[in-house]
Structure formats: C-alpha cells, structure tokens
C-alpha cells in the first residue's frame, strides 16, 4: 500500500532521514516510535509531500508520490493526516471544517456533504457539537473532529503525528478509543506516538526509529518485550 | 496674536474652496486607499512568494517607496515619471492619485504580508492534507483569517494616507490645505484658514476611524455561532 525506498531527507546541512525503506501493507496498522528529533515527524510529512523528499521514492498504490508527473493534490485527498496541534479552521464551525474539502474537491452537494459530516461525528461521539466553532471545544474534542474531518475524504491511509502529545491525560483516552476503533474497521494508519499502550494493543507492527534509520521493527510483542538492538533497548528502558 | 479678532468672515468669503477642497481630498484619498489596496495585496502576496523572481522585484518596490519622504515621490511622478513616459502631463489629479497609489501599496503590502504570515504554519499544512492547492488554501483558509487581523492596521492607513494626501498641495492640488494656503496668501491670516483645515482634517479622520470600527466588529475575530445565525455574513 505504502512502499518506502530508501528515503533521504534533509534540512540544508541537517541529515534528518537517511534511507528508510519500509512497506505498510493494506490495512495494517503501523506504529513510529522513537526518541525526540530522531525523524518520525519528517518521515510521516514525506508520505504526503508535506516535506519534499531530498533522495529516494515513496508509493502509495504503485504510483511514485515524489514524481513531477503526479498530481500530489490527488495523492493528499487519499491520505489523511491529523496533527499534533489539530489544525482545525478556526474560522469555520466544527460542521464547517468536516464538509469543507468534500464539497469543494469531491463536489459532493451541500446536503451530501452535512450527511456525512453528522454520520462521521456520530463515530467520534460529537454530534451535537456540529455547530460549535472549535475553540469551544477541549482538545479531546477538536482532535476527534479532527480525525473526522480527515476521514471526510474517505482517504485509504491515515497519517497520525502525535495525535494525543497536546492533550491533558484525561483527553488522551477519548481520542485514542477513536482511533482503535478505525484501526478494527481495517484503516490503514501509520502512527507516531508515544502510548507504549496503544502501540501494544492496536499495532500490527511496530517500527523503532532513531537517527534517521529504522533501527528494528517488528510485531509489538517482540519488539517491546524482547528488543534486540541496544538503542532499542536503551529507549525502552526509558520510557516503560 | 489677537484672538478676539478673528477674521472668520474671509473663511466663509472662501468657502468654495473649501468645499472644493473637501472634494478633492476624498476624492485622492479613496482612490489612493483602493488603488493602493489593490495594488498591495500583489505585492504583498509577492512578498509571501518562495519564488525569488517574484519576491525581490517587490521587496525592492515596497523597500524603495517606504524608504523615500512621499513628498519626493509626489514631484518625481508628476514633473518627471508622468510627463516622460506620457510626453505630457493630465494634471494634479491624475499625478497625486498615482502617487498615493504608489506609496500607500507599499505600506499596505507589508500589512498584507505580515497579516498572512501570522497565521499558523499548521492552518496550510492542514488544508493542503486534505488535497486543496496552495490557491485554494489561501483563499478558503488564510486569507479569512489573515484579513480580521489586517483590518486595524490598515484602517490605520486610511487614515494616514488622508493626511499624507496634504502634500499633493506642492503640486497646486486644490485640496484642504490648498484653500487654506489661497486664504493666507491673500489676507496674510494665518490662524483662522489653518485652523479651518485641520478641524476639516480632524472631522474626516474621526468618520474614518468610526468606519473602522464598524467593519472590525463586523469582522470580529471571535467566531460566535450565535452572531452568525443571526444572518452575519462570515468571510
Ligand atoms: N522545517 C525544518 N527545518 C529544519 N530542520 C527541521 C525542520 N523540521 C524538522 N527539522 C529537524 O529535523 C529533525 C527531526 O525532526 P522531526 O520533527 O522529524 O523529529 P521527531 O522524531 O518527530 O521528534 P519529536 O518526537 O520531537 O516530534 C530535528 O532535528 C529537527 O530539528
Ligand atoms: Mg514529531
């Protein structure tokens, strides 16, 4: 689904990524961990060519996202992205911000597009908050209408950049249980986080990154319970 | 400096003037204003270009006309700019609007430019992940944000450029401070006709700083649905 080969980024100087190659098949769920500054945020902003890719190839479905014959808006319509801060529109009530790019990429109808904005903050359990500009909101909430207004486009991937670091404790569940529950309905995602928990439950595989290689990766049992490598291990040791 | 022997009468003898002057300094300074509105939101949204054809050509503009006293620009245009390239000139009217045009868009892009760059870096990321060209994302998603916050500064602008629009006097405008410096002239008075024109300054100023006012509370940057369904018109 997502093929990675040998990814090269950099920043002027600054190796950030240094030849990742890695494949998200259909409907797996992928986990990124790894210690701060080690490229999980620019690896997942490679995906969709939030970043320009400095060496190397990525495809989604067999088409090479970083080629000038693609037509990367297309490519973004089928990857969804949340993010760390959420991103939403402030300017647009929560309904506002789901039927937004619908309407005016799919061009679904007006009508269509608020049907599927409800039937989607149903699933986040945010219905009556339809009409609400997002800063009434708590973080828990304007994540989850966040993840729906992604989903509004019926992407075939998810991307998801920390969706539950912003957010006071008592937040994180309520966001995560989201995001569980579209891992059992078979999205395909690949999530950066730091919920060891989540990882454990709901990641099919689980990849440890650091100075800009993939460094082990493997079913979460394995990884996080019998790491092979040192700076695994060493980060593991930190963190649980 | 007699006070009790103001000669208010002559004002009134020249109240065609000042009539006219009125006239003549709207007339600039609205179409200064939208001239150079216009022609700002190009160069500022030049400004914002990652393309450096595009950026440097109005840095350069915008550095050139902020850099400069409007007054030198004013009779660069009218005795040199206009009548070389024209081979003639279309008179005070013609060469002052120009010249406000040309500087206000100068301060009016660097409005324009920093309104758009203080919104979050995330607000494009976001619109652009769910596939709108960075087109679309300007106009759907930062520039309704960018232009609340421009709003006061370049209320502020009008303003200014209101005033500044009294140096086109140097070209024989007959705008405000034109009728006052006929009065002077004449009479050798200089407290009644120079009085008379800042109060009409000051009266302009004060219509335009209530203008302001109620555009910003139309545009007011805090979304309530409640305003809303009362049939308010977001951008
Ligand atoms: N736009 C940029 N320009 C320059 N350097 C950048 C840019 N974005 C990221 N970097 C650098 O790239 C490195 C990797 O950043 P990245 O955000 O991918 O790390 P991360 O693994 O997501 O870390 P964190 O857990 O803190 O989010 C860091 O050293 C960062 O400073
Ligand atoms: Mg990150």
Redesign the interface.
């Known amino acids: 689904m997502i093929k990675v080969e040998n990814l090269h980024k950099s920043f002027g100087k600054l190796d950030v990524l240094k030849g990742i190659n890695y494949e998200v098949r259909e409907k797996e769920v992928v986990c990124v961990i790894g210690p701060s500054g080690s490229g999980k945020s620019t690896f997942l902003r490679c995906i969709?060519l939030?970043e320009e890719i400095t060496d190397g190839a990525i495809y989604i479905e067999g088409v090479q996202v970083n080629d000038s014959k693609t037509d990367i808006?297309?490519i973004?319509?089928e990857?969804?992205?949340v993010?760390q801060?959420f991103?939403?529109?402030?300017?647009m009530?929560v309904i506002e911000n789901i039927t937004?790019?619908p309407m005016?990429?799919r061009k679904l109808s007006k009508s269509e597009a608020e049907n599927l904005a409800l039937e989607l903050l149903d699933k986040v359990g945010l219905r009556e908050k339809a009409?609400?500009?997002p800063?009434?909101l708590s973080g828990g909430q304007q994540q989850r209408v966040?993840i729906a207004?992604?989903l509004a486009?019926k992407p075939k991937v998810m991307l998801f950049d920390e969706p539950t670091s912003a957010l006071d404790p008592e937040m994180v569940k309520e966001v995560l249980d989201v995001m569980k529950q579209l891992a059992h309905e078979g999205m395909t995602m690949v999530v950066v986080t730091h919920e060891m928990g989540f990882a454990r439950e709901v990641a099919d595989r689980v990849v440890f990154m650091d100075g800009g290689y993939i460094v082990e990766q493997g079913q979460p049992e394995k990884l996080f319970d019998a790491p092979q490598n040192e700076r695994t291990k060493a980060f593991l040791g930190k963190i649980l | 400096m007699d006070f009790l022997d103001m000669r208010w009468d002559l004002i009134w003898d020249y109240r065609e003037f000042f009539i006219n002057g009125i006239w003549v300094t709207i007339v600039l300074t609205i179409c200064g204003y939208i001239g150079g509105i216009i022609f700002g939101v190009f160069l500022g949204l030049g400004k914002t270009s990652k393309r450096k054809w595009l950026y440097w050509p109005c840095k350069l503009y915008v550095d050139l006309f902020r850099g400069t006293p409007m007054l030198v620009q004013i009779l660069i245009i009218h005795l040199a700019l206009i009548p070389t390239v024209f081979g003639q000139s279309f008179g005070f009217m013609v060469s002052g609007i120009t010249a406000l045009i040309l500087n206000s868009a100068a301060y009016n892009a660097e409005i324009i430019r920093a309104g758009i760059e203080s919104i979050d870096k995330g607000q494009m990321e976001a619109a652009r992940s769910l596939g709108l060209t960075h087109g679309q994302a300007m106009r759907r998603v930062i520039l309704p944000q960018a232009i609340r916050r421009m709003i006061p500064p370049l209320g502020n602008e009008f303003i200014a450029l209101l005033k500044d629009s009294s140096l086109v006097t140097v070209i024989a405008a007959n705008d405000i401070l034109y009728a006052a410096k006929i009065v002077s002239g004449a009479h050798f008075r200089f407290w009644e006709p120079y009085l008379v024109a800042a109060v009409l300054y000051l009266l302009l100023t004060f219509i335009i700083t209530k203008l302001v006012a109620f555009i910003e509370r139309r545009f007011s940057i805090d979304y309530n649905p409640r305003k809303k369904r009362e049939g308010r018109v977001d951008v």
Request: without cysteine.
């Open positions: 969709n939030l808006n297309l973004r319509t990857v969804g992205m993010f801060q991103n939403l529109f402030p300017h009530t937004m790019a005016f990429i009409y609400n500009y800063q009434q966040a207004r992604a486009m």
